[in-house]
């Protein structure tokens, strides 16, 4: 009986390079696959490909597996840049990763391991996959080292991309996979993990977007309509930001011992072009009590029964409870017992039953 032919996705970092290795070791015929998505400027001293590349090459060749390259830039610009230019232009703040997994590594990535004969796909994400017994449907479960768990961005993958698809590294804790890294000598085994946006990397993220989007100046205001200073250019702000805002010197409101808290971002309103800003974290503005969510996307076909279950509304958070009801195929609202913090259009509102993922939306507004 030949081997399942396996193709991960190998990005140069240490957690795909473990994978790799598992999964030879686990028997089935690996076919390495490095995605070169981002091609603008990617010789400046912010894009590493050109390294990672050279990183995925060399483990390979240490765990014995064949990898080739594939260029995926114009199906990521048209895919995913693009609605990120316009969600940002919009005054939301998008989570490009959660678009990456869907149309790229679990769709153009996918469609292409599966011309090379590939039987599945695997990565090197913090998940892990199963088929339940009871009704047949394949699951997406949290990783069990849960502060590496990476569910969130892949909750809009279906059953037909899950049945496809390993996660070696959703069992053992991210301690695991840099011991075996330095044992079995890779190259990259004292590789720092990569943080920021996938193609903009560790580069100002300002500056980066100014080169794309249109930008007008505006007033800052507080809740009693005070001007305390002018923004850049709305798509700049996310709602909770603290650092940057460029009113640190401005004290409107002073405590008792005449110290006076942070500024945050609160609120922004497009049509006025006025960006609203309130101080102190545990502001009414800054909390939200519930939202409603659109492109909705759930991991068994249809949404979950109304009811309590528990959410995310941010990548690095707890999971809350919350109570589910969906407002037609492609919407729901989630209302919170506890006011939520920051609630912020654009990024993900992910589902959860236990450990259980159960899909979700992008966050369209919320209630105060």
Known sequence: MSKKKVVIGMSGGVDSSVAAWMLKEQGYEVIGLFMKNWEDDDDSEYCSTRQDWIDAAS???????????????????DRVFAEFLREYQAGRT????????????????????????????????YARVRQNTEHGRFELLKAFDHTKDQSYFLHRLNQAQLSKTLFPLGE????????????????????????????????????????????????????????????????????????????GGVKTYQNADGSSDAWYVARKDIENNTLWVVQGHDHPWLLSSALTADQASWIAGAAPE???????????????????????????????????????????????????????????????
């Open 59 to 77: 483990v390979a060749d240490v765990v014995g597996v064949d990898i080739e390259a594939v260029n995926f830039a114009a199906e990521y610009k």
């Open 94 to 125: 998008p989570n490009p990763d959660v678009l990456c997994n869907a149309e790229i590594k679990f769709k153009a990535f996918l469609d292409h391991a599966m011309h090379l004969g590939a039987d599945l796909i695997a990565t090197g994400h």
């Open 172 to 247: 053992i804790p991210k301690t695991e996979v840099r011991k075996i890294a330095e044992k079995l000598q890779l190259p990259n085994a004292a590789k720092k993990d990569s943080t920021g946006i996938c193609f903009i990397g560790e580069r100002p993220f300002r500056e980066f977007l100014g080169r794309y989007l249109q930008h007008k100046p505006g007033p800052m205001k507080t809740p009693d309509g005070k001007v305390v200073g002018e923004h850049v250019g709305l798509s700049f702000y996310t709602l909770g930001q603290r650092k940057g805002i460029g009113i």
């Open 306 to 368: 109304a009811g309590r279950i528990s959410a995310k509304t941010r990548y690095r958070q707890a999971d809350v409870p919350c109570d589910v009801q969906a407002g037609g195929a492609l919407e729901f609202s989630l209302g919170f017992p506890e006011a939520q913090w920051a609630v912020t259009p654009g990024q993900s509102a992910v589902l959860y039953d236990g450990d259980v993922c159960l899909g979700g939306g992008i966050i369209a507004g919320s209630t105060f």
